[in-house]
């Protein structure tokens, strides 16, 4: 969260306020805004089963879950496109039936597509998909070892929706469709069931439009840039050491041979999230980048 602050603080510092700029015409400089928010996403339906006390099979309807989310990401393509990554603050858990059920999407990457692009005073639908990790948990009480295995695994739903768009202003409502919702859980060492896991989701959202790039147009069209990139080339000034934070991420592509002889109610890993850190040195000239991360 510290880290999330902190870019907030620095690109409210750096903003320019300004909007659609790309409406008045299509520049280099124009081509993305940054925007930073919040949304709120409930899902819905789902059912998993169970194993009673005398071992008996039975079925459970999942409840609709909650979880506010933090956005950042930018429009693309002069309004046409949205990318952004959305991450979870906090999300809920079914308790019922002496069961306790973990339902939860992880950090989810969206690309979302414009046919009309964004404008102001205006709605535009979109579609698209998203790299959605996904994480469920059933912890069953009857018995005295009663966590089940965490299932992951990658979705890719579809995306459709409207955002209306008010000067520096995304307002949005849409729909996910997670058909890839029939996964293979174990209730039990040795017994398997396919649980259906929630086919929808639905988000309200909000974000702020933040333009950082179009303040260097005006020298780049004027030629300045050029003549001040030309000096400092001369100079061997454009060359120099950087160092870089982020967020990256991993996937197991198969399963341990180990764990499908032996425990196979392990299911493949899913997507691992974790800190990503690079230090580098740049070479203008030929263009070259030399980093280890």
Do not use: C
């Not at 964004?118 to 709605?123: A, G, I, M, P, S």
Request: charged content about 15%.
């Amino acid at each position: 969260m510290v880290r999330i602050l902190l870019i907030v603080i620095i690109a409210g510092i750096a903003r320019l306020s300004y909007s659609q700029v790309y409406t008045e015409k299509q520049t280099r400089h124009r081509f993305a805004q940054l925007n930073l928010g919040l949304d709120f996403q409930s899902s819905f339906g789902g059912s998993t089963r169970y194993l009673d006390e005398s071992g008996n099979s039975k079925s459970l309807n999942l409840t609709n879950s909650y979880s506010p989310r933090f956005l950042i990401g930018g429009t693309h393509f002069w309004g046409h496109a949205d990318f952004y990554i959305a991450i979870p603050l906090f999300s809920t858990t079914l308790k019922r039936d002496n069961q306790e059920i973990t339902v939860l999407r992880g950090v989810e990457t969206v690309f979302k597509y414009y046919p009309i692009r964004l404008e102001h005073n205006k709605v535009r639908p979109y579609i698209g998909t998203s790299l959605a990790p996904f994480y469920y948990e059933q912890q069953n009480n009857n018995f005295n070892y009663s966590s089940g295995p965490e299932l992951n695994h990658t979705s890719f739903p579809f995306l459709a929706g409207l955002t209306f768009n008010s000067k520096n202003h995304l307002i949005e409502i849409g729909l996910a469709w997670n058909y890839q919702n029939k996964q293979d859980y174990y209730i039990s060492r040795n017994q398997i069931e396919i649980i259906n896991t929630p086919p929808l989701y639905a988000t309200v959202s909000y974000r702020y439009i933040l333009e950082t790039t179009l303040s260097a147009e005006k020298d780049w069209e004027s030629g300045r840039t050029k003549i001040i990139t030309d000096i400092l080339t001369k100079k061997g000034r454009l060359n120099g050491f950087y160092a870089g934070a982020g967020i990256s991420s991993a996937f197991w592509l198969n399963q341990s041979e180990y764990n499908k002889t032996t425990r196979p109610y392990i299911n493949k890993y899913g997507t691992s999230i974790m800190p990503d850190f690079t230090f580098g040195y740049y070479l203008h000239k030929p263009d070259i980048n030399l980093a280890i991360g």
